[in-house]
């Protein structure tokens, strides 16, 4: 079974600063598939960004970017110039890969992340 | 606008009574879950389908039953049998090999 560990359940920053958030995993699957998921009070669950195991160039979207490594098994977020909308519950998450299916997706308990002015 | 409906956002419910909960998409997706949130532990998978009339238990299903007789719809029942209903629930849909799984909004389940 898959394991998904978020160490930091608090953080706290200054607005325009850069925060990373942790994530390890534990798996024996050499093909899958990690995202970070951002929970805002309104508790929508978004998609922040996306890592496929076989590649191996970090993932980027905008200020966020993540630093995949997979002999370590960890898969931490970066989060730059951060912005007050950026505070939010952050869940790391693992998905085995799944030719036809299900996608079902293990998650961390989740990092909660506060963006002070 | 396509996307994942749960109703009602809030549920109060007694002890004892089985409720359920809604689950609409209209993403055309073939896959739906159920999540259970718990403050500190994230979300667990409770049941899931990846077809009509299939559906698999997660790792929480004890307590829950669900049905897929619609492709839009994947209603979740809490029974009396689930020690402790208290929770944010949470729906979801995928596209089979398409890695991304869209939330709906959510319910917030209160049993006294």
């Known amino acids: 079974a898959q394991t998904v560990t978020q160490s930091q359940p608090e953080m706290s920053v200054q607005e325009a600063e850069t925060v990373t958030l942790s994530c390890t995993y534990d798996t024996s699957e050499n093909n899958y598939y990690l995202f970070w998921y951002k929970q805002p009070p309104s508790r929508q669950m978004i998609l922040v960004i996306r890592q496929e195991a076989y590649k191996q160039q970090n993932a980027t979207e905008n200020r966020f970017s993540v630093n995949f490594q997979k002999a370590a098994k960890s898969f931490s977020l970066k989060i730059s110039d951060s912005q007050l909308g950026d505070t939010a519950m952050y869940f790391c998450?693992?998905?085995?890969?799944?030719?036809?299916?299900?996608?079902?997706?293990?998650f961390g308990q989740g990092t909660r992340l506060t963006i002070n002015p | 606008d396509g996307g994942i409906t749960q109703s009602p956002k809030y549920l109060f419910r007694k002890e004892g009574q089985n409720v359920t909960l809604s689950c609409e998409q209209n993403l055309n997706h073939d896959a739906m879950y159920w999540y259970r949130q718990d403050p500190g532990q994230g979300l667990r998978l409770i049941y899931y389908?990846?077809?009509?009339?299939?559906?698999q238990k997660g790792d929480i299903a004890e307590g829950y039953s669900v049905s897929r007789e619609k492709k839009e719809s994947f209603p979740l029942t809490v029974t009396s049998a689930q020690k402790n209903p208290t929770a944010f629930y949470l729906c979801a849909s995928s596209v089979h090999r398409v890695t991304e799984a869209f939330f709906g909004q959510g319910t917030r389940l209160t049993v006294v």
């Open positions: 998450a693992f998905m085995k890969q799944a030719f036809q299916g299900a996608q079902k997706l293990v």
């Open positions: 389908s990846q077809i009509v009339n299939d559906f």
